[in-house]
């Protein structure tokens, strides 16, 4: 499975970024898919996570009702609707697959939010 995040960028505080994640590969293997993001000098946190059908998902407390995680099986292609955004949200955002026991990553996409 191949993962590659696009969408991000630099925005003003207030604003609003829509990420996303395409994946290839194996993609019929994939169950629970997720964002992550980490900052300078900072763990890899959990952002938001969605199961195979979408129909459940979770979110990061520091989040919750600003961000809204979505997938199209389709299209092979998870979202991250960034809405709201403040500084402390700048970091580094990465796609997860869970295939099995293994897990898949992007390399990463940078989203700046300047105050």
């Known amino acids: 499975v191949q993962l590659v995040e696009s969408g991000g960028g630099l925005v003003q505080a207030g604003g609003s970024l829509r990420l996303s994640c395409a994946a290839s590969?194996?993609?019929?293997?994939?169950?629970?898919m997720g964002w992550y993001r980490q900052a300078p000098g900072k763990k890899r946190e959990l952002v938001a996570i969605?199961?195979?059908?979408?129909?459940?998902?979770n979110y990061a407390d520091s989040v919750k009702g600003r961000f809204t995680i979505s997938r199209d099986n389709a299209k092979n292609t998870m979202y991250l609707q960034m809405n709201s955004l403040k500084p402390e949200d700048t970091a580094v955002y990465y796609c997860?697959?869970?295939?099995?026991?293994?897990?898949?990553w992007g390399l990463g996409t940078q989203v700046t939010v300047s105050s």
């Open positions: 590969g194996s993609t019929f293997s994939i169950n629970v």
């Open positions: 969605i199961t195979r059908s979408g129909g459940n998902t």
């Open positions: 997860n697959a869970g295939v099995g026991v293994f897990h898949y």
